[in-house]
């Protein structure tokens, strides 16, 4: 049975829970079976708890160990400001996509607010300021705030780059740790599908489809606008300035967004991103540790892009504020330099009420839009995944480091152990050539 498993691709594989899953939630939902909405939910619960646990030790070390590798590249300032250029880029032409869509359909038009409330937490410009700096590392690891951890990775892999030789030590236990880490995730990865099953069971039995129906418009917006991000913007960024095949790159890539899609985790699946962008899409290790872990934090176009633009324009009409071009361009800034707040804290929510404060529109159109948040957030997940992805291509190809071999070449299966560099074999010993003995006696 397992070996019958193990010839099915994983992508394969994944879909194969996703669709098991839903129909299973819809089994749960329809004919009231708690005991299997139960175990839905733990199975989903468990999945995510493993990929989280291993997420802190693999950005804390992934980012020391690349900070101290991008010194062996020439031209890592240029790598990193090429990084942030495409981050803002792609940012921009989602919110443009949002701001369109929101135009152009009127989602709140008719749409009443019913009893929403505004939510406990508001997000604002300070949160990146003072969320960056952890107070306390121990709860920074705890509570899995991922851009404290990139902060405290990236001063300490400074540092060791200053202090030289005498870091060595401690850049090979990183290098050791996240060897380790790295193997333990290969074996969460198997567990994908399983967990997927789960995710996506969960979600269909516990919120159904029910919700969508009041707010109908700006949920197809919301899912229109993102597909529109994930299968034109980004192919035709990848056709144009990467000169890329777009559909190899959405086949390759297809696993980690459908994992992104079933957990609603940018972080829980930084994992296999990474393991994506490195061994499917022939972004060089050492740029791809850096890159993955930190677009994982701030590269959100779904949630910090798409999202905001069109709930903005939705809450606007709800309460009856007229916008002027002075607001869609505040939208389109907040959205592209703001994302960072979105970091470690309540994703989408966050950016949301971050965008509404700057505008001065009402918070309690917030509320509005809650009950519905977790179908809205697969679509914005899955979108944030996939420019995650996207960028590092484009900055390796305009940096001609793309492995193309790797590009174009058969999928690797992600289940299995990765490839690692052949050992380099020993000299041979010289042969040692005697001279025969005299012969005695003759």
């Excluded at 996703?18 to 733990?42: E, I």
């Excluded at 609603?264 to 050492?286: A, F, I, K, Y």
């Amino acid at each position: 049975m397992l070996a019958l498993v193990k010839r099915v691709p994983f992508s394969v594989q994944l879909l194969i829970g996703l669709v098991l899953g839903a129909g299973l939630g819809w089994v749960a939902r329809n004919w009231d079976v708690s005991w299997l909405t139960t175990t839905l939910t733990q199975i989903g619960t468990i999945f995510v708890q493993l990929l989280k646990l291993a997420v802190p030790p693999l950005v804390l070390t992934a980012v020391v160990v690349s900070i101290a590798n991008l010194r062996k590249l020439s031209g890592a300032a240029r790598l990193v400001g090429k990084t942030l250029m495409w981050f803002g880029i792609t940012s921009l032409l989602a919110v443009g996509v949002g701001l369109g869509l929101g135009l152009l359909t009127d989602p709140g038009k008719g749409v009443s607010l019913g009893t929403a409330e505004a939510p406990e937490h508001v997000g604002g410009w300070t949160d990146f300021l003072t969320g960056i700096i952890p107070t306390n590392i121990v709860e920074s690891f705890t509570e899995v705030n991922v851009l404290q951890i990139v902060f405290i990775g990236i001063v300490l892999g400074a540092a060791a780059v200053a202090v030289g030789d005498k870091a060595a030590p401690f850049l090979k236990l990183n290098e050791s740790l996240l060897e380790l880490v790295q193997k333990a995730l290969w074996w969460i990865i198997r567990l994908a599908p399983i967990g997927t099953l789960g995710l996506i069971g969960k979600a269909v039995a516990t919120y159904g489809w029910d919700l969508l129906r009041p707010l109908a418009t700006f949920s197809a917006d919301v899912y229109i606008g993102s597909l529109l991000v994930m299968l034109v913007i980004y192919p035709i960024l990848l056709r144009v300035f990467g000169r890329v095949n777009p559909l190899t790159f959405l086949k390759k890539a297809w696993p980690a967004i459908e994992l992104a899609f079933a957990s609603r985790s940018s972080v829980g699946t930084m994992p296999l991103t990474q393991r994506v962008t490195t061994e499917r899409l022939g972004v060089p290790r050492d740029y791809a540790s850096f890159a993955v872990p930190f677009g994982a934090t701030t590269k959100m176009d779904g949630c910090a892009a798409v999202y905001p633009a069109l709930a903005a324009i939705f809450i606007a009409q709800v309460f009856n504020v007229p916008l002027g071009i002075e607001d869609y361009l505040l939208i389109a800034f907040v959205s592209v330099i703001g994302s960072a707040a979105t970091a470690g804290l309540t994703g989408a929510i966050v950016m949301l009420t971050l965008t509404l404060s700057t505008l001065g529109l009402p918070l309690e159109g917030v509320g509005l839009l809650l009950a519905i948040d977790p179908i809205l957030d697969m679509i914005r997940t899955a979108t944030n995944v996939t420019g995650q992805m996207v960028v590092p291509v484009l900055v390796a190809r305009s940096e001609r480091s793309l492995d193309e071999g790797i590009f174009t070449a058969p999928s690797q299966p992600l289940d299995a152990e990765p490839a690692r560099p052949a050992e380099p074999a020993e000299p041979a010993k010289p042969t040692v050539i005697r001279e025969p003995e005299p012969a005695y006696g003759s």
